[in-house]
């Protein structure tokens, strides 16, 4: 089983930025994909953004040229980069990996992003 651990959440005023991370740890052959989805009270959970090994990036049009993702793979890690913070980013993120060998969809335990106005 692979665990998933998210870090750098907390509360920030709008335009300000912060970073989340995201270690995997366990049983890992391979990493296919890593992401961050969220999760605002009320609605559903959507992506964020996901890079894969092969560095092939998705972003979420609302955080397009705000947001940046990254990994380091040999560290199973992932980050976030969130800029120009908005209200409407608040949300709790979600750290998600698809891992090979065998084939497993994980889930961390997620960290709040809140933004003040």
């Known amino acids: 089983q692979v665990q998933l651990v998210e870090s750098g959440g907390g509360l920030v005023q709008a335009g300000g930025s912060l970073r989340l991370s995201c270690v995997a740890s366990?049983?890992?052959?391979?990493?296919?994909?890593m992401g961050w989805y969220r999760q605002a009270p009320g609605k559903q959970r959507e992506l964020v953004a996901a890079?894969?090994?092969?560095?092939?990036?998705n972003y979420a049009d609302s955080v397009k040229g705000r947001f940046t993702i990254s990994s380091d793979y040999a560290k199973n890690t992932v980050y976030l980069q969130m800029n120009s913070l908005k209200p409407e980013d608040t949300a709790v993120y979600y750290c998600?990996?698809?891992?090979?060998?065998?084939?497993?969809?994980?889930w961390g335990q997620g960290t709040q992003v809140t933004v003040s106005s």
């Open positions: 890079i894969t090994s092969g560095d092939s990036i």
């Open positions: 998600n990996g698809v891992f090979n060998f065998p084939v497993q969809n994980n």
């Open positions: 366990g049983r890992i052959f391979s990493i296919h994909r």
